[in-house]
């Protein structure tokens, strides 16, 4: 016989799916910020001058996006412990999430320097300005503001990447949703608060982004 939707049961489980929220947007936002602190390494690595380090950035990037993130998080958190580095679940997560969207900011960062005007270096070389000086007060401010709706599509893509984190042990919302559903024999009110907790996440973080674009566009 096919279970109808219990609004009773909805509402009693809510607060305990509400209670893993936390963990769920600290995973995805603290793996965001990693992943656009170790982006822009990648993406000057890939032009420096010198071959091996060039072409070995290159490499080891391409092996982190050609590879399944799953198989990093297990990396991460069964095998680094065998070399004396122990993670907790949600370390281990923000990690994994962190440097295996790294390489994809890395392109987004890529296209946005690459779209700035070659005048705007030899502006740089005709002022005197140290490399330094390029990147941070010319170079990157004018890069960054148009690939932001890029980079906020990453951010909504890591929040529902989040789910995954299940396997390294790190209870989430949908972990918690097995779980209470495998206690009361109910998965359809479960998994549909998960997916409307997602949807909403998404939406928020999308006006968000939305709105830190029009600023960084009237400045």
């Given at each position: 016989?096919?279970?109808?939707?219990?609004?009773?049961?909805?509402?009693?489980?809510?607060?305990?799916?509400?209670?893993?929220?936390?963990?769920?947007?600290?995973?995805?936002?603290?793996?965001?910020?990693?992943?656009?602190?170790?982006?822009?390494?990648?993406?000057?690595?890939?032009?420096?001058?010198?071959?091996?380090?060039?072409?070995?950035?290159?490499?080891?990037?391409?092996?982190?996006?050609?590879?399944?993130?799953?198989?990093?998080?297990l990396f991460v958190f069964y095998a680094l412990p065998m070399y004396?580095?122990?993670?907790?679940?949600?370390?281990?997560?923000?990690?994994g999430l962190g440097i295996h969207y790294a390489t994809y900011l890395?392109?987004?960062?890529?296209?946005?320097?690459?779209?700035?005007?070659?005048?705007?270096?030899?502006?740089?070389?005709?002022?005197?300005?140290?490399?330094?000086?390029?990147?941070?007060?010319?170079?990157?401010?004018?890069a960054l503001p148009p690939v932001l709706p890029v980079m906020g599509?990453?951010?909504?893509?890591?929040?529902?990447?989040?789910?995954?984190?299940?396997?390294?042990?790190?209870?989430?919302?949908?972990?918690?949703?097995?779980?209470?559903?495998?206690?009361?024999?109910?998965?359809?009110?479960?998994?549909?608060?998960?997916?409307?907790?997602?949807?909403?996440?998404?939406?928020?973080?999308?006006?968000?982004?939305?709105?830190?674009?029009?600023?960084?566009?009237?400045?």
């Open positions: 016989m096919m279970l109808k939707w219990n609004w009773e049961y909805a509402w009693s489980i809510l607060p305990k799916l509400l209670e893993v929220v936390p963990v769920t947007v600290g995973a995805a936002l603290f793996g965001f910020i990693l992943a656009m602190l170790l982006a822009l390494p990648i993406t000057l690595g890939k032009r420096v001058q010198h071959k091996a380090i060039s072409q070995s950035v290159s490499f080891l990037a391409e092996l982190i996006r050609s590879t399944p993130l799953l198989i990093q998080l004396g580095i122990s993670l907790s679940p949600f370390t281990a997560g923000v990690i890395a392109e987004v960062y890529r296209s946005g320097i690459e779209a700035v005007p070659s005048g705007q270096w030899e502006a740089a070389k005709a002022l005197n300005f140290t490399p330094q000086q390029t990147w941070l007060r010319l170079i990157l401010p004018q599509n990453y951010l909504i893509v890591m929040f529902k990447e989040t789910p995954i984190l299940s396997a390294v042990t790190l209870v989430e919302m949908l972990q918690t949703a097995k779980s209470l559903g495998s206690a009361s024999f109910r998965y359809i009110e479960a998994f549909t608060l998960v997916g409307l907790l997602f949807l909403i996440m998404s939406c928020i973080s999308s006006l968000l982004l939305k709105r830190l674009e029009i600023r960084l566009a009237r400045k």
